[in-house]
């Protein structure tokens, strides 16, 4: 079946603009997850969804960041006002209650650059 | 604050060579995950590790977790070339309420293996 799906694959935006990326997790997967990947680093867990439970907000950087979620399907992430800094690869995963939470599908994500 | 410590960050070594990276944390858990990731690509799922003393194997990597040292180590055994990518580890510690939803990642350890 598809995997985790991503778009735009590319991004690049003026300092100032909104963006909006999104993900399309895999059909079934109750879990959802959005990070952040600077050059040369880890990832930075962003939010996570599950089922139709309030997010777990806990490490958006900021309050420029949001995120939303249909259901259990598409969920799309927002950077208001972008600043240089927030220049990355934002990476969607999905997961199943069955598999467990660790067991996380990642998409390809999203290279973001702000200008 | 969960950390999630790898080391060696960089690892340079021959085809056919032995090699062990290891993933230190700094708090309870027992739910430990090691990652691949191909220049460009988007991270694979590696191993799962849920238990003190779990030991997984798949071809040349082989992955144990002591839950007591809080350490994990992936162990390469007569390193291909194929191999070269960057490896991560990640911690969850959310089944225990010890903190956010998603996975805490170290930084990385970029191995490249030469003929």
């Known amino acids: 079946g598809a995997g985790v799906s991503q778009s735009p694959s590319n991004k690049v935006t003026e300092k100032g603009k909104d963006v909006e990326l999104r993900c399309d997790p895999i059909?079934?997967?109750?879990?959802l997850y959005w990070y952040r990947q600077r050059l040369g680093q880890g990832l930075e867990f962003l939010i996570y969804f599950q089922g139709n439970s309030a997010p777990d907000k806990s490490g958006l950087p900021s309050d420029r960041f949001s995120a939303e979620r249909t259901g259990e399907s598409v969920s799309t992430l927002t950077i208001q006002r972008t600043q240089q800094e927030d220049s990355a690869v934002y990476l969607c995963?999905?997961?199943?209650?069955?598999?467990?939470?660790?067991?996380?599908?990642f998409g390809p994500g999203t290279r973001l650059l702000v200008l | 604050e969960l950390k999630v410590e790898q080391n060696p960050l960089f690892l340079s070594m021959q085809e056919g060579k032995n090699y062990t990276i290891y993933c230190n944390y700094s708090?309870?858990?027992?739910?430990l995950y090691w990652y691949r990731q191909d220049p460009g690509k988007s991270l694979e799922s590696l191993f799962v590790l849920l238990s003190n003393g779990a030991v997984k194997q798949e071809g040349r990597l082989m992955a144990s977790l002591d839950t007591k040292a809080r350490l994990s180590t992936l162990h390469i055994t007569a390193a291909v070339h194929d191999l070269s990518a960057t490896y991560f580890c990640?911690?969850?510690?959310?089944?225990?309420?010890?903190?956010?939803?998603?996975?805490?990642f170290g930084k990385g350890t970029h191995l490249i293996i030469q003929p």
């Open positions: 995963a999905s997961s199943s209650r069955l598999a467990g939470r660790g067991t996380q599908y």
């Open positions: 708090t309870t858990s027992d739910r």
């Open positions: 059909s079934g997967h109750t879990a």
């Open positions: 990640a911690v969850d510690v959310s089944y225990s309420g010890g903190g956010a939803d998603g996975l805490t």
